[in-house]
């Protein structure tokens, strides 16, 4: 049984039964891909349709079970995000986390673009920064961003294409019950074109579209870091 939020439950099971029934078993019997059906839908578990304000597509989970954890962008594996010389360790390991990171820094004017190395990262005074990964998600969270990857599963990279693509009736029909509230997409690097193409309704939404964060000339996106900015997104409440 699919359990979400419930504000989310009608849409999700309405999405779900869009796969086809073949994909359905496999999803439903299969114990080898990661998230596991219990898990591959807890982004819609922890952030309620009413606050959802984007949608941050990403493409599919890491391909570490540890990692993948149900939402895009966030690394499971990944426990402090800084140490004594700059970034921890497991962040450096991720590429597309790595710039991430550095992007708010220079945003937050912490970080010089033209600096970005590990000892400029270990000067920044970090005592109101988040300092692990779960902070990350829940300030996403906080500002009402869901935290999707296009497909929800993965099992080798080799069938990423093959998930993406049985995946697509469920985020077409996820969108299309969407597509009258007032909620963003955000999409980094190639998977814009594949929802562009697959799911024309995604046309409806107002979007914001940008390189990929495995790029390191996202770090120096002055458009990526004026959309972000504003969600303090590295900020602590405490």
Same mark, same amino acid.
């Given at each position: 049984?699919?359990?979400? @939020?419930?504000?989310?439950? /009608?849409?999700?099971?309405?999405?779900?039964?869009?796969?086809?029934?073949e994909y359905r078993e496999?999803?439903?019997?299969?114990?080898?891909?990661?998230?596991?059906?219990?898990?591959?839908? /807890?982004? +819609?578990?922890?952030?309620?349709?009413?606050?959802?304000?984007?949608?941050?597509?990403?493409?599919?989970?890491?391909?570490?079970?540890?990692?993948?954890?149900?939402?895009?962008?966030?690394?499971?594996?990944?426990?402090?995000?800084f140490s004594e010389n700059?970034?921890?360790?497991?962040?450096?390991?991720? *590429?597309?986390l790595r710039n991430f990171?550095?992007? !708010?820094?220079?945003?937050?004017?912490?970080?010089?673009?033209?600096?970005?190395?590990?000892?400029?990262?270990?000067?920044?005074?970090?005592?109101?920064?988040?300092?692990? #990964?779960?902070?990350?998600?829940?300030?996403?969270?906080?500002?009402?961003?869901?935290?999707?990857?296009?497909?929800?599963?993965? *099992?080798?990279?080799?069938?990423? &294409?093959? @998930?993406?693509? /049985?995946? !697509?009736? +469920?985020?077409?029909?996820?969108?299309?019950? !969407?597509?009258?509230?007032?909620?963003?997409?955000?999409?980094?690097?190639?998977?814009?074109?594949?929802?562009?193409?697959?799911?024309?309704?995604? %046309?409806?939404?107002?979007?914001?579209?940008?390189? @990929?964060?495995? %790029? #390191?000339? +996202?770090?120096?996106?002055?458009?990526?870091? &004026?959309?972000?900015?504003?969600?303090?997104?590295?900020? &602590?409440? *405490?």
């Amino acid at each position: 049984m699919i359990t979400v @939020h419930p504000s989310w439950q /009608n849409i999700i099971e309405r999405s779900y039964n869009k796969l086809s029934k073949e994909y359905r078993e496999f999803l439903e019997n299969d114990t080898e891909y990661f998230p596991s059906y219990d898990n591959f839908l /807890n982004a +819609f578990k922890t952030l309620p349709l009413g606050n959802t304000k984007y949608i941050l597509f990403g493409q599919d989970p890491y391909p570490r079970e540890q990692s993948a954890i149900g939402y895009a962008f966030i690394d499971g594996d990944v426990k402090e995000i800084f140490s004594e010389n700059g970034l921890s360790k497991k962040v450096n390991r991720a *590429t597309s986390l790595r710039n991430f990171f550095k992007m !708010l820094l220079v945003a937050e004017e912490s970080l010089d673009e033209k600096d970005c190395s590990k000892e400029a990262i270990a000067k920044i005074d970090k005592s109101r920064l988040i300092t692990n #990964i779960m902070q990350l998600k829940d300030n996403f969270e906080k500002n009402g961003v869901l935290l999707l990857n296009t497909s929800l599963i993965f *099992t080798n990279k080799k069938s990423t &294409s093959i @998930h993406v693509k /049985n995946f !697509l009736p +469920f985020i077409n029909e996820l969108l299309l019950n !969407l597509q009258d509230r007032d909620v963003e997409l955000i999409m980094l690097g190639n998977i814009s074109k594949v929802i562009r193409k697959k799911i024309p309704c995604s %046309n409806n939404f107002k979007t914001f579209e940008a390189m @990929h964060p495995y %790029n #390191i000339q +996202f770090i120096k996106d002055s458009s990526v870091r &004026s959309f972000f900015k504003p969600m303090n997104l590295l900020w &602590s409440d *405490t």
